[in-house]
């Protein structure tokens, strides 16, 4: 049973630039979160999907969008890129309790 | 402002003898706590929760304990092994959706270490 998978693992950006990362839930799980991870902190909550519809949303401005598929996947789009931007993005998948977490996709903005 | 709080960044540990971190929180409607384990260049592992409905939960080596009236929670690793060296993180959640389903806010972390 796969887990909960990202791509890409790696990516650089120029900033200004737009950027779009993806996620793959683990098998049986239908909610998808997104959270960022500077460096030398904690997670923190973008948003969260749940049946296609953004359920839940942390402090994170609207350059920050995503998206979710009928079978379950999900994407993380931002816009207008900033220095500031550059941190781990990490996608948790859940359906009734703890929620998994992939292994990432490190963003740098230059 | 910082609602879940790891105040120490590190532990270092002896192989075999107990390892405790400790997480305070500061807002009462937090009605679930979970720990997570971080190796670099990998995401965080799920290793155990708690409900706040309880004060005790308990999965081989690892024990969560909850005390509500101090707003902290503590993770005993019995016995340490080398294998335990990571970044642990302490979460909570607001149960609006029941559960761990709620957003989890994250302390910062400690890195234990454990010494052979």
């Known amino acids: 049973d796969a887990g909960v998978t990202q791509s890409p693992t790696h990516l650089i950006k120029t900033r200004g630039q737009q950027v779009t990362l993806r996620c793959s839930p683990k098998?049986?799980?239908?909610?998808v979160s997104w959270y960022q991870q500077a460096l030398g902190q904690g997670p923190q909550f973008i948003f969260q999907?749940?049946?296609?519809?953004?359920?839940q949303r942390g402090n994170f401005p609207d350059r920050f969008s995503g998206h979710q598929f009928p079978n379950y996947s999900s994407e993380l789009n931002v816009n207008a890129l900033l220095l500031g931007d550059s941190a781990l993005y990490l996608c948790?998948?859940?359906?009734?309790?703890?929620?998994?977490f992939g292994p990432g996709t490190r963003l740098t903005v230059t | 402002d910082q609602q879940v709080k790891q105040n120490s960044p590190s532990l270092s540990v002896q192989e075999g003898r107990i390892s405790i971190l400790n997480c305070d929180y500061t807002?009462?409607?937090?009605?679930?706590f979970l720990w997570y384990k971080k190796y670099p260049a990998e995401g965080p592992t799920f290793l155990i929760s708690?409900?706040?409905?309880?004060d005790k939960n308990e999965d081989g080596r690892f024990t969560v304990f909850l005390n509500k009236s101090a707003k902290h929670l503590s993770l005993h690793i019995v016995p340490s092994q080398p294998g335990d060296s990571a970044v642990y993180f302490c979460?909570?959640?607001?149960?609006?959706?029941?559960?761990?389903?709620?957003?989890?806010?994250f302390g910062k972390g400690t890195k234990l270490s454990v010494k052979p």
């Open positions: 098998s049986g799980h239908d909610t």
């Open positions: 979460a909570a959640s607001k149960g609006q959706y029941g559960g761990s389903q709620g957003n989890l806010i």
């Open positions: 708690i409900s706040s409905i309880k």
């Open positions: 807002n009462s409607m937090f009605d679930y």
């Open positions: 999907y749940y049946e296609e519809e953004e359920r």
């Open positions: 948790a998948s859940s359906r009734l309790y703890e929620q998994y």
